[in-house]
Nanobody
Framework: QVQLVESGGGLVQAGGSLRLSCVAS????????MGWFRQAPGKEREYVAA????????YYADSVKGRSTISRDNAKNTVYLQMNSLKPEDTAVYYC???????????????????WGQGTQVTVSS
C-alpha cells in the first residue's frame, strides 16, 4: 500500500517559518520525482516545488522562489519543504506528491504525479 504522509503544518504569524515533511512508504522512494503542491479554498491546486531523484535538479514556483527550499533524504524516504518569510497568501493545504517523471516540463503538472498525500494545513496570520 502506497502512502505519503505530510506533517509540519500549523498556524504561524506572517514572517515566520515552517518545515513541512512528507514520509513515503510502499514505493521505491529514490525512483520518484517528489513535488509539493498547495490548494487554497475555492482555488485550483497549484505547483510549489519539485526535486529530482537524487536531488540535483530543483524547480520552484515564482510565488515561493527565494523563500522556500525543497530537499530530500532518500535514506529516510522523506521530502521536506522549508518555508521562510511566510505571507498570508501562503495559506493553503499543502500536498506531497510522487511521480515517475522524466521530462522537466512535467514537473509542475498535476497529472504527471502518481501518488498524493492527504495534505497538511498551513495558515499564516497577519
Amino acid at each position: 500500500q502506497v502512502q505519503l504522509v505530510e506533517s509540519g503544518g500549523g498556524l504561524v504569524q506572517a514572517g515566520g517559518s515552517l518545515r513541512l515533511s512528507c514520509v513515503a512508504s510502499g514505493i521505491t522512494f529514490s525512483s520518484y520525482v517528489m513535488g509539493w503542491f498547495r490548494q487554497a479554498p475555492g482555488k485550483e491546486r497549484e505547483y510549489v516545488a519539485a526535486i529530482s531523484r537524487s536531488g540535483p535538479i530543483i524547480y520552484y514556483a515564482d510565488s515561493v522562489k527565494g523563500r522556500s527550499t525543497i530537499s530530500r533524504d532518500n535514506a529516510k524516504n522523506t521530502v521536506y519543504l522549508q518555508m521562510n518569510s511566510l505571507k498570508p497568501e501562503d495559506t493553503a493545504v499543502y500536498y506531497c506528491a510522487a511521480g515517475m517523471i522524466y521530462a522537466a516540463s512535467d514537473f509542475p503538472r498535476l497529472g504527471a504525479y502518481d501518488y498524493w498525500g492527504q495534505g497538511t494545513q498551513v495558515t499564516v496570520s497577519s
